[in-house]
């Protein structure tokens, strides 16, 4: 904040209760006493009740006022933390101490909440830690033990989004008189591992366009997982561990392709590139707003079908039709988890669809394919495609309405939007369980 | 050292905020922060993130922290202070040297402990110095407005 004393800054100083006036005394201590205030912003001045302290600062010193609050919450400790600094030169006449401000500084957290006050200040953070190497003489650097590194890194509570298809494509098979738990058990290991390695290869590319870098508001479920950017993982690590993740799973992959069905090599191929060119270049799918579809590709049709086709060891209609509410469903958390990161998109040059199309467009999309997923439930049970056990999917649908209602509340927000993103992750996983519980029943 | 007058020990020892003013070449800088007194000293933390006032103490130790809000103190008859001393960072285990304050910060903030165990959330905020303040000078103002009572500390020499 750097302005001097208006109207609007005259009002807000107006609701502290007192001031704390803070100069330098003679022995080069500073002061700090409270006193009683009386912003004017038609003089530009704070006038001060006389205090008692000693060595106070003559006319054309400087002076620093600060206005602080916090609200006291017996048995946590505190909230409404706010306070501005305010610096000026000492006037002195007939209406008594003044201070004319000339710059000004603070923090409000219902303005700045707190985690994007902590974002905000990463680079000052690092600087720090930075000096304290060189005078060291040995790295300083944030610490996490390597369990905690690892699971924000790969960001594994997503895997919701490869469980899913994957028990759907096994039990579909089931449900046609194959049964084969071991290989599904591999097929979940290696489809996650070819996740886990998108996300960490995602948060690579992701600090190197500068997305993440400008995004100031990450969430749980968006911004990425800042493991980089803190310095709690090198890029180096994040490569190998990328690395070491496509490999398992393109080796589970190959080895049920050459053991189970061909057409699991083709779809873990048609996998696995959507992985990689999800943000890595030349495709920089993502990049281009083509991520939500290569999201429903992926974590939709290949994950069900390749299941499938691990169990029965060919793949069917059922299944691939059965796989796109799903596919819809996870497409709707990129496209929802874009919307608070937007800005940050945008200004790293990430043309997702939330930075292409507003607002309204938006929330008509999120209704929309919201609606299809489940649409495609119903028509598929009147077709007589998917049992009619499936319609059980159906009483995961009010959560499309609380991620409406957030969007809708919330748009601007990042913080206030993160129940409407968890409600949105909630709904594919209820969505998709009830599907499989279907199959099951 | 000499001890610190009761009354400000007893604020001290109750308050949810003080006000830290450390120098920045020949200016002031205010910072409110959560004051921990060890019956001797005056501890605070400050995160590797809002590390500019520890740059500024490293710079000039003379510093200044006062008490001035009778809502976030609870005691009974309340009085504002001021303490001048001398402040030292001390940052040799930003992950884990700062804990040993944690129970006085605790008892100030509750859900601190909370928070900590979810520190893999914000972990930078987490990665913290402290600021230990030996006091030199105390300022008592027994009346909100009224005459000051000024306490000089001496400091007990081997």
Redesign the interface.
Known sequence: MTAILDHELAAHLGSY??T?V????RE?????????FRPDGYAGLVYL??????DQPGAGA?M?L?F?????RP????DQ?R?V?V?GKVIRGDAGLAVAPERTAGWDEQRVPF?EY?ER??A??H???SR?SEERGAP?R???PLR?RL??ATRVPFLTATIVPILLGAVIARSHGYSAWLLTTLALLGASCIHLGLNVLNDIFDVSSGADVENVTPT?FSGGSRVVL?G?VGRRSMWTLALVLFALGSAIGGYLALTRATEILWLGIAGVALAIFYTAPPLKLVYRGLGDIAVAAGFGPIMTLGSYAVVAQRVSFEAFYASLPVALLVMLILYVNQVPDRLGDERAGKRTVAVRFGREWIIRGYDVFAAMAFALIVVGVIAGIMPVWTLLALVAAPLALRVHSGLVAHYDEPYGLVPALASNIALHLFTGLGLIVGYVL | MTPLPDDAARILDAALVCELTVLSGDRVVTYPLIPLFDGERIFMTSSVLFSRKLDHIKANPKVAVSVTDPTATPVDRFARITIQGDARVIDDDLHAGWLSVLPMWERKEPVIRKFLRQRFGLPLFFERALIEVTPRRVLVWPQPGGWLEVHELQEERA
């Open positions: 209760p007192h704390i803070s100069y330098v005394d080069g201590y500073p002061v700090n006493v409270a006193t009683g009740e006389p205090f008692d302290a000693p400087e620093e600060t602080s609050h916090v609200r006291p048995g946590t400790g505190y933390r306070y600094n610096w985690v902590c200040n990463l000052r953070a600087r720090y830690m304290l300083v944030p610490f996490l905690w699971f924000l749980p803190y709690l």
